[in-house]
């Protein structure tokens, strides 16, 4: 029923409307060195919606983290 009540807010907020990229569920996901390349095809196919990078910190992917836009 909280979910269903919150889900007005949740489409409004477009939350409905991202794409996880490496979401295992884990807090040690490693980012391959594709990963610009599959970057720019998810901003091309998906370029209306927000791309979410999970267990990405400043200090081991600040490099990585640079290059987004």
Known sequence: MLIKGLSPL????????????????????????????????????YSQNPIIFRSLNQRIYNPLMKNFT
């Open 10 to 45: 949740m489409k409004g907020a477009k939350m409905n409307r991202v794409v996880h990229f490496n979401n295992w569920l884990l807090s040690t996901n490693l980012y391959e060195p594709l990963l610009r390349a599959i970057v720019n095809k998810l901003q091309e196919t």
